[in-house]
């Protein structure tokens, strides 16, 4: 089945250091997406990118699906404290389930 | 607007014992999603509703495991004869189809755990 590999696990960061994460994928996805999870909370929508090649801007984050559609990276720019928690790629086919990556533990150190 | 609703947000049980989990999706979405969490781990698909039937219910992972739709609306998913190893946090999304493709929303999710 299809496999979503998510780069780093795991990141320490200052504050307003900027934070780059990426995914790759053995096949092909329509839509990428990336996900915030909060502890307690369900994962809350932050970029939705549906054409190869798109690069789309949500405030301070920008998100780009590759031109390959088998990847995707989330930048996260002048980090604040709120940017912890628990940040997720996920890739669809239309009309189908989400696959998942395991997920990347953003910490900012004030 | 209210967003997907999940209840209860904790679930404690006995194993053995039979539980229901409940999901009110967004109002007007016609697709609805479970999955699966477990500790520190990624979301698994476990089964997709299209309205009241379900096209995938290939995540299940055994036939304990049901679901079903009513009204095009609200969704259960059963557990019967829980085992430790199910307990996670099981999330439900809905999600709406655009001309720019489909984006599934999530509920706070059910934490169930199975002594």
């Known amino acids: 089945g299809q496999q979503l590999n998510q780069s780093p696990q795991s990141m320490f960061i200052q504050e307003g250091e900027d934070v780059s994460m990426n995914c790759t994928s053995s096949?092909?996805?329509?839509?990428w997406l990336w996900y915030k999870q909060d502890p307690g909370e369900g994962p809350v929508l932050l970029i939705a990118?549906?054409?190869?090649?798109e690069l789309t801007s949500n405030g301070r984050l920008t998100a780009q699906f590759g031109i390959t559609r088998k990847d995707s990276f989330l930048n996260i720019s002048a980090s604040i404290p709120s940017d912890v928690g628990i940040y997720f790629c996920?890739?669809?086919?239309?009309?189908?389930?989400?696959?998942f990556g395991e997920g990347t533990q953003l910490t900012v150190n004030p | 607007g209210a967003g997907v609703s999940q209840s209860p947000s904790n679930k404690v049980t006995e194993k053995g014992k039979d539980v229901e989990l409940r999901c009110d999706p967004i109002?007007?979405?016609?697709?609805l999603y479970w999955y699966r969490q477990s500790l520190g781990q990624g979301l698994e698909f476990l089964i997709y509703?299209?309205?009241?039937?379900?096209?995938?219910k290939s995540g299940l992972p055994s036939d304990r495991f049901s679901a079903e739709r009513t009204g095009g609306s609200v969704s259960t998913l059963t557990i019967q004869r829980t085992q430790q190893e199910d307990s996670a946090v099981y999330l439900c999304?809905?999600?709406?189809?655009?001309?720019?493709?489909?984006?599934?929303?999530f509920g706070p999710g059910t934490r169930l755990l199975v002594l």
């Open positions: 996920a890739g669809q086919l239309s009309g189908s389930r989400l696959t």
């Open positions: 509703f299209q309205g009241n039937s379900a096209p995938d």
């Open positions: 999304a809905s999600s709406f189809r655009t001309s720019g493709g489909e984006t599934q929303y």
């Open positions: 096949s092909i996805f329509n839509t």
């Open positions: 990118l549906y054409k190869a090649g």
């Open positions: 109002s007007g979405h016609t697709a």
